[in-house]
Structures are given as C-alpha cells and as structure tokens.
C-alpha cells in the first residue's frame, strides 16, 4: 500500500506558473506508475499526464502538452507536475494517483491509490 499526499496547489494567475508535489510513503515508490488528475466542479475527474516506473517516459493529455511537465525522483519518492502557461480553465482539484499495473495509464480505474487533492485556482 502507498499513501500520497499532494502539495503546493493555490491561486496564481493566467499565463503563470505553478509546480504541484505529490509525496508518496509506504511500498517501493519505484513499483509505481505515477499519474495526476483534476476535477473541476460538476466535471467527471479527467487524466492530466502519467509517468512510467523509472520515469524515463512521459505521457499527457493533449490539452495540457506543451505547458505541463511531469517529473517524478525515486530518491526522494516523489512526483511533481509543472504547469505553465496556466489558463482559467486549469482551475481544479488535482490529484496525485499511483498503480503498479501498466504504462500509460490514463484511466482513473487503472489507479489503486490517490491522495487527497490540492485546489489549483487560475485567476483571468
């Protein structure tokens, strides 16, 4: 089992900048396939990029390529997304998610453990 925790969302403004952390503690972080999420108000929570075991591959979805970077270090257990070039329409709940199961994994019901979101604010 993996417990993640996710951190440093907030408000910024359109065209701005912000990184989110996901710190994961338990089993080999190193067994998981790392993914981020979000979930707008009366939206079904979408697939934002995923990162394979060792993170050398990448996969996003397409509205955010280009602007976001996921990065994960399995020194310190820990999975990060970049986000630039915000735009009001990023505002959401992210999610921080974890599965041992395949790569990419971009359905929410491939993911065995979440964490409990961080609110992400854009300001136009």
């Known amino acids: 089992q993996v417990q993640l925790v996710e951190s440093g969302g907030g408000l910024v403004q359109a065209c701005g900048s912000m990184r989110l952390s996901c710190a994961a503690s338990g089993r080999i972080f190193i067994s998981y396939v790392m993914g981020w999420f979000r979930q707008a108000p009366g939206k079904e929570r979408e697939f934002v990029a995923t990162?394979?075991?060792?993170?050398?591959?990448?996969y996003y979805a397409e509205f955010v390529k280009g602007r976001f970077a996921i990065s994960r270090d399995n020194a310190k257990n820990m999975v990060y997304v970049q986000m630039n070039s915000l735009k009001a329409e990023d505002t959401a709940v992210y999610y921080c998610?974890?599965?041992?199961?395949?790569?990419?994994?971009?359905?929410?019901?491939?993911?065995?453990?979440w964490g409990q979101g961080t609110q992400v604010t854009v300001s136009s």
């Open positions: 998610a974890a599965t041992t199961k395949v790569f990419p994994a971009v359905s929410p019901r491939i993911y065995d453990y």
């Open positions: 990162i394979s075991w060792s993170g050398a591959n990448t």
